[in-house]
């Protein structure tokens, strides 16, 4: 089935920031910070000249190789060891954004958008028009700014995620005490399996890509594929598969189906954790085939699914699972606030003793 975006539109840049005000779910952010006014976490504003703010430098500009392949800008965020990615096609600028990271300090309950805007400024200096913005899974290590970025481009750019959202929107919400009613239609497009749409020139085909998450979707473009935390560079391996809806057997097919296309096509990854060496955002198939750590060629599949479940047994929980998850199922928008215009994010507190 293709599926066409909503709205197609040249990006411009607002006179002036704005406030989310988007159905019962309100108050994303303005430029800038929003600062907790108290320890509990008031929001409240200290907004950046919108005027000032420089285009974000790309790590690297990938040329596109073909016809069928886009240019990509790729973004290193370096809190999160994320890779953000700015993807076009060069003969008309159509462009969508994938996973991009929305700042956020835990201990002091500031958010900001200093990622963000860098990247919107770098939209609006090549004159990009954003088609999508394209989330590979609900994240639990970083907050999407995919809200924030439908804000900037003035609204209509729609925010996309695979269909099976609704599994971990399912799974999290009585977790967080959401009703599971206010998270319908949160998202914009839900992406089917295989469905295929157009950016520009180019086709975009979606690949399911379970494990990791249940509603992980990588995104196939010629030869350039995004495959979020499906796969990591081959001296890094493999992303975890213990979170709720993950799975160790899910995972390695997926990993198989990825390393199935062609050699020399790009698996551009959506984390790195670089040991000595400088952080890098795509290795080739073939590349992945003949060095990935955990399933390059010639390795059992039962020895990396046990070595994958013993791996994730001694892990810790990610330092923002619990604001990124809140905040992530709800396509980035944060919780509603209170008759105070206090915004919360939940920590469900587990307890192994008994404590009044
Ligand atoms: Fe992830």
Known sequence: ????????????????????????????????????????????????????????????????????????????????????????????????????????????????????????????????????????????????????????????????????????????????????????????????DNEEFKLGSLSCHVLHLPGHTPDHVGFVIGKAVFTGDSIFNPDVGSARADFPGGNVETLYASMQRLLSLPGDYRLYVGHDYPQNRDQTCFSTVAEQRAKNRHVKEGTDATTFIQWRKDRDAVLGAPRLLHPSLQVNIRAGRLPPPDGHGRVFLRTPVKLDVKLE
């Open 1 to 192: 089935m293709r599926v066409q975006p909503r709205h197609v539109h040249t990006h411009t840049r607002r006179a002036l920031p704005s406030v989310l005000r988007q159905t019962a779910e309100p108050l994303l952010v303005a430029r800038g910070t929003v600062s907790p006014a108290s320890v509990r976490g008031v929001a409240s504003l200290s907004r950046a000249n919108t005027n000032s703010i420089p285009p974000a430098e790309p790590w690297r500009r990938h040329p596109s190789s073909d016809p069928e392949t886009p240019t990509v800008f790729t973004f290193y965020e370096k809190d999160t060891s994320t890779w953000q990615y700015i993807v076009v096609d060069p003969r008309t600028s159509e462009a969508v954004i994938i996973d991009p990271v929305l700042d956020y300090d835990p201990a002091s309950g500031v958010l900001s958008t200093a990622t963000a805007d860098g990247l919107v400024s770098f939209v609006e200096h090549n004159g990009l028009k954003v088609i999508r913005i394209l989330e590979t899974h609900a994240h639990a290590d970083h907050l999407t700014a995919a809200q924030y970025f439908k804000q900037e481009l003035n609204g209509d750019v729609p925010v996309c995620i695979g269909r099976r959202i609704k599994q971990v929107q399912e799974t999290f919400a009585p977790i967080y005490g959401l009703e599971l009613s206010s998270l319908e239609n949160v998202f914009d497009v839900y992406l089917g």
